[in-house]
């Protein structure tokens, strides 16, 4: 092995430690989304020859692109909010909790919320404890905000960036590192929302059609199966979000139909979390096993940063390798 590419190795596994302890992988998934989305884009564009035309165009590109993820992120922003269907949801939800509360013990009734403001700030607070990478409210949660537009930002530069030619050897190399952790993330990513789309479908047949034909009809279905399929889009705690609601409504029918819920959502997101890893695995060429202990070893490491990470960083493993055995 070249120095050269020794020296990459190192300063790629370096770039890992720090953005995994410091909390940057937010800024790092935002920015790798943004250059992933404008290159495809501009792959498309009827100007092939290299040329302002083409770069102004690429530049133009990725405005667009981050103009884009920004609204995006507001929009599901003002989902969580302030939307009318989302507020509807949380008031059912507190209330089936009072209406629970009355017929438990008062040693449990007393550690459950019982009304909406109550009920949003359990779930500011249980995001606030194990989700450490999302932004939530307060001075920490601006500082990661800010992180992901300057990650999209430079995202959005980096996939206008031309390299000189005859570049040196060590360049070289960097640029092959990230090429190969870019692909890898591209490959992880709409793998994973195969993945949301099998568990919308799973919850929407549970919720539309299973329980109707037992005779149960829970409110808001619509709404259950959309909050299911964006919340999907978030590993790990996104499942957590959207089954906790819908226990939560299935419990305002009966404890029967509750624990039912929770039967299938836990049967399912058992199968989903194996689904994962072989989904992901027919993409980077790796076995369920490996995932999941690539997984649990990240998650023991860097905790949930650890486990985000974990399919890309072994896709990426996995693709140096491969090279290596080639060379």
């Keep these: 092995m070249s120095p050269d590419r020794l020296a990459s190795y190192l300063l790629s596994a ?11 992988l937010p800024a790092v998934l935002a920015g790798l989304a943004v250059h992933v989305v404008t290159c495809k884009l501009a ?5 092939k020859r290299r040329g302002v035309a083409q770069e ?14 920004v609204a995006a992120g507001f929009a599901l922003y003002s989902l969580m909010k302030g939307f ?16 629970v509360r009355q017929s438990l013990p008062a040693s449990i009734s007393g550690a459950l919320p019982g009304s909406a403001g109550e ?14 990478t999302l932004s939530s409210a307060g001075a920490q949660g601006l500082v990661t905000m800010v992180h992901i537009l300057i990650g999209m930002v430079i995202g959005g530069m980096t996939s206008i960036a031309r390299f000189p030619g005859g570049k040196k ?8 590192r990230a090429g190969m952790m870019t692909d890898s993330f591209t490959k992880v990513v709409f793998a994973q929302l195969k993945i949301s789309l099998i568990n919308t479908a799973l919850t929407a047949v549970y919720l539309g059609l299973v329980l109707p034909a037992c005779g149960v009809h829970l409110p808001m279905v619509t709404l259950l199966v959309m909050l299911t399929l964006i919340t999907g889009l978030l590993p790990v705690i996104g499942n957590l ?8 409504l299935s419990l305002g029918n009966s404890m029967l139909v509750g624990a039912a819920s929770l039967l299938f959502l836990v049967i399912v997101h058992k199968l989903e979390y194996f689904l994962n890893a072989r989904i992901i ?14 997984m649990v070893l990240l998650e023991a490491v860097f905790g949930l940063n650890g486990v985000i990470a974990a399919p890309v960083l072994y896709a990426w493993l996995k693709a140096e390798l491969a090279l290596t055995e080639t060379i």
Excluded: M
Aim: negative net charge.
């Design 43 to 47: 792959n498309r564009l009827p100007i």
């Design 56 to 69: 102004a165009a690429v530049i133009f590109l990725a405005i667009i692109v981050v103009a884009g993820f």
């Design 169 to 176: 050897p060590f360049l070289e190399e960097l640029q092959g």
């Design 241 to 248: 979000i959207s089954n906790s609601v819908i226990v939560i």
């Design 119 to 132: 009920l949003e700030e359990s779930g500011i607070a249980f995001l606030r404890e194990y989700g450490k």
């Design 14 to 24: 370096a770039a890992v430690i720090l953005v995994l302890k410091f909390d940057l």
């Design 84 to 99: 009318q269907g989302f507020g509807a949801l949380l008031a059912a939800s507190a209330e089936t909790l009072e209406k």
């Design 281 to 294: 695995g027919s993409e980077v060429n790796s076995r369920a096993w490996e995932l999941l202990c690539a």
